[in-house]
């Protein structure tokens, strides 16, 4: 059985579309999702999927204790889905490439503290780019750095605005993240 462990910050649509992808899975098992927002709409979608939810804060995220508290689930992959703080080293070092993020840009354009959700639509639309996509990939030390699994990419149109261009990188991330998941779990 693979054992997965997936962050998150907010609203919690990427959590679901990777449960309801592994739902039927005699293979893959979510042990939990960890969350650093109590607002977080994530905290009810994971409840409702019946995945058991640990709350953290700063100070416990960034203790030893967290970090062995993970080592002890046994885990085969970390999944971030819209977690926002940066990943103690601790955890890296005990977890080499068995963490991953997903950012809404093709990176390194448009990655690094700071550029989450819509402040890196606003800045791709803003610069008129032609392009835009997601980034699967590796978490290392630095935000946004880490070795890229996959890129996908979509046009941007005429007249595109932030929020159409939300919408079809929420697509890409739907379609891509949970396939991606499954292939680094069975397949590296």
């Known amino acids: 059985m693979k054992r997965l462990s997936i962050f998150v910050s907010g609203n919690g649509t990427n959590l679901q579309r990777i449960a309801e992808f592994f739902k039927n899975s005699k293979e893959v098992e979510i042990v939990n999702v960890v969350c650093n927002n109590p607002k977080a709409y994530a905290i009810e979608r994971a409840k ?3 995945i058991p939810v640990r709350m953290v804060t700063k ?30 080293a601790s955890l890296i070092q005990v ?4 963490i991953i993020n997903i950012h809404p840009a093709l990176l390194p354009k448009y990655g690094g503290k700071g550029f989450y959700g819509e402040h890196v639509h606003e ?3 803003a610069a008129k780019e032609p392009f835009s996509g997601i980034t699967i990939h590796y978490v290392d030390e630095i935000y ?4 890229t699994i996959l890129q996908a990419y979509v046009t ?6 932030p929020d159409t261009l939300a919408a079809k990188i929420h697509k890409l991330e739907q379609a891509y993240f949970p396939v991606t998941i499954q292939q680094l779990l069975f397949w590296s």
């Open 156 to 161: 941007l149109s005429e007249g595109e605005t």
């Open 48 to 50: 409702n999927l019946g």
């Open 95 to 98: 977890y080499p490439h068995h």
């Open 123 to 125: 800045a791709v639309v």
């Open 144 to 147: 946004d750095n880490g070795e």
């Open 59 to 88: 100070a416990e995220f960034n203790s030893p204790e967290f970090t062995k508290e993970m080592v002890d689930l046994d885990l085969d992959l970390i999944v971030l889905a819209g977690f926002l703080w940066k990943i103690p």
